[in-house]
């Protein structure tokens, strides 16, 4: 970009001879930064972020039998760890972006950890939520967020407070319909942002009364994209073509650097004209 200023700032006087020189280059300074400046903007404004279950995210439980697992009394967190995928599963490594199946311990397939199945005292029903991870994005007011969600058994999706899907107690290889562990057994959440810190929160049962980890594990899989929220908008530094500063949004320092070499090229070149 440097070079292409400079090079318009030096151009031939028989260019365009109908007007002035020192308007023309001018003009041409301010155009170019204004092309540069939506160029910028649109590039930040279209920023895609991915949201993947992995290791490393917090998960929380208020499941006393779930704590005692992870050596801690009720309520407990932790950070989620990677675990072993069963074959009925859906291949995580098939998903994009990629993400991988995560619990609060090893309680994947032949994991160490057995999620308090359903019959057992801490989880009667299957209905007692066993652990939940709740994830945080900042984006673009009214563009679009999209998720989807596998699990063995079963998930109840949050967006922002409000039930959108509620887990399925039907037990049929992890749950007998979405949200399951299947590959055909997932469910997606399409939700628009609203510009604050929007939460999806994600909370797993353990529908099967297996009494190992082999016939009974226990994990969550989700992936998605959104677009990031970004301080500089296209709208707000393209929309005034006659003053170098726009007001409302504050040019990039590059781009303003660039500009007063560009202007102070014009202007010695105005003073040679004159001379
Ligand atoms: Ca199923
Ligand atoms: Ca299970």
Redesign the pocket.
Known sequence: MATTLLLWGVEPKSYMPNFPQESIVIKRVITASLLCLCVCSVSAANAASIIISGDGEMWSSTLAAVCSQVGSGAPCSGSTVVVDRHSAWMDQTLTNPLAAWVSYADTGFDGAVLAPPKGSAANPTGQTPIMEIQESVLGQAGSALAMRFWA??TLDIYFNGVLAKAAVFENDT?AAAPIGCEPNEYWDLNAVLTGGLDVIRIVAY???TGTDTKS???GILYMGTYSESSTTTASSVTATPTTNTPSGAAPEPTVMTLLGASLVLASRRLRRCKA
Do not use: T
Request: aromatic share 12%; hydrophobic share 20%.
């Open positions: 063995d058994d992890c353990q529908v099967g009974n594990p226990f």
